[in-house]
């Protein structure tokens, strides 16, 4: 009967990769290896931030502490991806024969950020799942009438939509040099992570929820502005 | 909650960083093979490089592995969930000739289901069963609640898929699982004659087909009342508090099906049974050349026996102060007064042996004393041609009622002109009087016969030999029982015995009188009365035996009786259960009361002082109180005779099912076989809920992913080519 929660869960936070990956991404190699790549590169943070954590002992009674040191190496594996891209770029600018996409930077982005996202849902539940598969559910802290599985599906689906979003404006500022907005996106990033805090602290889960899907908007606002501008007004086609 | 980094994610994260290496590399050659070189360079320099990397990387990490538990968040989320508990105390599933009996849960997935209000008094009972509206549920009921009537309407409300008894310090008034006509059909009397036990509500013959346990750990009843609780209306009046609601599931894992031959074949049902205990208080004349002068083959013999074992519907608390630990501790003091009371000469001239017997599975349809009844009749136990003339059957003797009553013997009406036992209850009364036992007539007439006693057996046993057998039966009820405890949880010390007295509840005056009347007997003519009158029962190890047999078997006599016994300090002031389990299985009851009986019956003894070495390595040789034993105790086997072993396969041996028991217990496996976790259940709706918010979510993914990649295409050139 539970299995019931487990695929409606796993609808709620994957269908928008999933429907992403089979309408567009599938259809392009180097983008789906550039998605699994970007969450390779998240992965390796995540590795190394835990592998400190593991290793430095006051780091782990802290927990506001162990979720910036983590914020702080994802946001470096963005600068490696950033890199990566940039380098992949003019390798296939110096080839020649290839017809470039004028809107490759942003494709690249999209679906680096989507990568980052899915990977980073997929973390975030594959606990979650496990348990949501048994007959016992648990109340989320701050609202009752909600398991707690519910809620971090929708937290999952919002993060995935968030990567997403600040993997295009970062990537935006990285290449056109305006690096207010990656800037933005880091303290974006390090306000969402402490934000779901507040879930587990007791307070409503309308708390953490609402302005999370409320930044979700914002950034895809924030995206669609960004791409619009790369659109309409096109840097030079040489990656500077 | 957000990850946050730890053990837990460190593995993950070390696990797929390495798979995903491997991952991209081979997609890397996918891609090169169909898409060509040049397109997928780009691609290649992205995979190559993370590849490379981390396969370095990977290489020289050491991944470790989490063995702990509590800071592993996986685990951690599932203590969180879920709380286990002991799964102890739980009814299982017997099987006999008539079906199953007992408790079993849903095979595959256990009965998962929220607790019902936490049912403390008639009120809680009455709202449960008129307003409770999330049925099915699991009932919890707390222990004072726990009565013949709260649960036969909470099985007929139809409401109740499990139950949960919570202990507390309050005992119903009367709970007797027993049956009405206890042990009916495999007595002497194919019709019920009379209702030996009227408040006996036939539990432990009747199948449920839903789990049951009776909490007693404190954890356990914790967090199973507190769930309870929360689940209970706010006022006695009011309504039930919502999903989601505490509950839990409780599976069992029962092998048996519900045919006897079946589970039998296939190894999933095994019999119940266990041993025998005897000694004799003479010596055997195989081993004693001054007994060999009697004829060995007509010798005759009178029996003294007792019931060891006990019954509870939960196995593990049955632990039987009145039925019948009383019995066996005047059984011992009876062996104790002849033992000590008669010389190797008196013991050497009598006429007539006296064989004590502890029977076992006597509450499974006599079990044990159809069985020892059977095999001598067939001259397969080791001693030969034992020829049973008179049975003295010691059942409860302790209730609280004798303080008031005193004891009783009863007959068969139908061998009430029997030259010997006419004898036998002559005998009976004099050492009655003399000794001043309270100890009456219950004038068994023809239409009450006898009460559920091992003598029955042997009468039948005799009787299908054409032979007659003279007995009584010693109880503490004279028609109805005055045990309203009878074979269940609640039989226990002191609560359920008499309140000692100077005579230690008249125990000590009945085995005093039972001492007497054998020897009496059993010297015949060369009964000398001083001897007679001089044998003395040990009054207080009688109160010892009754008080550490049913209440605490670390007690210092069973330390000294047997030395190995190595119960854990955490056993201190409880009692063991006595069920008798299967027969595979020796409880451990019966080691005790066979050193026990070894000690009191003892042929010789010889003092030894402080010396507790002195007698060990010696066969049939027992230390106590400083006195070395020696004694003929044996054991046999307690298997009904409707049981037959065919090399591979227990079965039923049909010429001899009729009359004979034919309970066996279900097998289950050894890995947590009874598991109760207790945890918040979500309403179904709810769940379905989650799924159709899933398809909308998918649904509206879908819509609008398309819709925007057109809007991206065509508006903003983004395409994919």
Known sequence: MTLAVVFGCSMITFSFPLAVFAMWIRKSPELVILMISSGFLWLLSILISSGLWFAVSPWKDDFYWSVCVSVFFQEISRVIFFLIVWKAEKGLASVGSIKLDTMAKQKFAFVGGLGVGSMGAIFLLESVLGEAGGPGTIQSPGCTNISFFVISCFIGCAFVYLHTFWMVIAMDGFFYKRYWQSLLVVALHFGSSLLTVANAEGLDCAVSLAPLFAEVLLTGGMSYYVTKRAHDRPQATAVN | ?721
């Open chain 2, 1 to 721: 909650r957000v990850l946050t980094p730890s053990r837990d994610l460190f593995n993950r994260s070390c696990f797929y960083v390495t798979i995903i290496s491997l991952t991209i590399r081979s997609v890397d050659r996918l891609v090169r093979s169909c898409c060509g070189r040049d397109r997928a360079m780009g691609g290649r320099r992205v995979a190559s490089v993370c590849g490379l990397f981390l396969i370095i990387f990977a290489s020289t990490l050491n991944c470790v592995r989490a063995d702990d538990a509590e800071l592993d968040n996986e685990h951690a989320l599932h203590g969180q969930i879920y709380t286990e508990l002991s799964g102890t105390n739980v009814c299982v599933k017997l099987v006999n000739q008539d079906g199953p009996i007992g408790c079993d849960s849903s095979f595959y997935s256990g009965t998962t289901a929220p607790f019902s209000n936490y049912i403390a008094s008639a009120a809680d009972l009455a709202w449960f069963l008129s307003r409770a509206p999330h049925d099915p549920y699991l009932a919890v009921v707390a222990q004072n609640m726990y009565t013949t009537g709260t649960v036969n309407s909470l099985l007929a409300s139809g409401k109740v898929e499990g139950l949960l008894v919570v202990g507390n310090a309050t005992r119903p008034a009367e709970f007797s699982p027993a049956s009405e006509y206890p042990n009916q059909g495999y007595g002497l009397y194919e019709k019920p004659l009379f209702k030996w036990n009227p408040q006996g509500n036939g539990f432990n013959l009747r199948w449920f087909n839903m789990p049951m346990v009776f909490l007693t750990n404190t954890t356990d009843m914790a967090a199973v009342r507190r769930g309870a609780l929360l689940n209970s209306p706010a006022t006695p009046t009011g309504d039930s508090p919502g999903w989601p609601l505490w509950g839990a599931r409780m599976k069992w894992l029962m092998h048996a099906g519900n045919d006897l031959t079946a589970c039998l074949r296939r190894d999933y049902c095994e019999p119940l049974g266990g041993r025998n205990v005897w000694a004799t208080v003479a010596g055997l004349p195989r081993f004693d050349p001054a007994v060999k002068s009697k004829t060995p083959t007509t010798r005759q013999t009178i029996m003294v026996t007792t019931a060891m074992d006990s019954n509870a519907l939960f196995h593990d608390l049955a632990f039987g102060a009145d039925a019948d630990a009383s019995g066996m501790a005047v059984l011992l003091g009876v062996a104790g007064a002849l033992g000590t009371g008669l010389a190797p000469s008196d013991k050497a001239a009598l006429e007539r042996n006296v064989l004590f017997v502890g029977h076992d599975g006597e509450y499974y349809g006599y079990i044990g004393s159809s069985s020892l009844a059977y095999n001598m009749e067939q001259s397969n136990i080791p001693v030969p041609g034992v020829n049973v003339t008179h049975v003295l059957d010691i059942q409860s003797v302790a209730s609280p009622a004798v303080a008031a009553g005193g004891q009783f013997f009863h007959t068969e009406p139908a061998d009430a002109a029997l030259p010997a036992q006419q004898a036998l209850v002559a005998a009976l009364k004099a050492a009655a009087a003399s000794r001043g036992a309270q100890l009456s007539d219950a004038d068994n007439t023809a239409d009450v016969g006898l009460p559920p006693t091992a003598l029955q057996r042997y009468i039948k046993q005799a009787r299908a030999g054409g032979r007659s057998v003279a007995g009584v039966a010693f109880t503490d009820h004279r028609r109805a029982y005055t045990n309203a405890f009878a074979q269940s949880v609640f039989d226990t010390y002191p609560d359920n015995v008499a309140p000692a007295d100077g005579d230690q509840y008249g125990l000590c005056a009945l085995a005093n009188t039972i001492a007497e009347t054998v020897y009496t007997l059993a010297a015949g003519e060369a009964a000398d009365p001083v001897v007679a009158a001089g044998l003395s029962a040990n009054c207080t190890r009688i109160h010892q035996y009754l008080e550490c047999f049913s209440s605490d078997w670390t007690c210092p006599l069973f330390k000294e009786l047997v030395p190995n016994l190595q119960l854990s300090a955490a056993n201190a002031g409880k009692p063991q259960n006595r069920y008798v389990s299967v027969y595979r299985v020796d409880g451990l009851y019966t080691s005790v009361f066979l050193s026990a009986l070894a000690v009191e019956s003892a042929i010789s003894k010889v003092w030894v002082g402080n010396d507790t070495k002195a007698c060990a390595g010696k066969q049939n040789h027992f230390y106590l109180d400083e006195w070395c034993y020696n004694s003929t105790q044996h054991t046999t086997n307690a298997l009904s005779p409707a049981f037959d072993w065919d090399g591979s396969h227990y079965y039923v041996k049909d010429a001899l099912a009729d009359g004979n028991s034919q309970f066996t217990e279900s097998n289950w496996d050894n890995d947590v076989p009874f598991l109760v976790e207790v945890f918040l259940v979500p309403s179904y709706t709810s769940t379905i809920v989650t799924l159709v918010v899933g398809f909308i979510v998918l649904a509206a993914s879908i819509a609008g992913v398309y819709l925007g990649i057109r809007h991206m295409s065509s508006v903003l050139n983004v395409k994919n080519d």
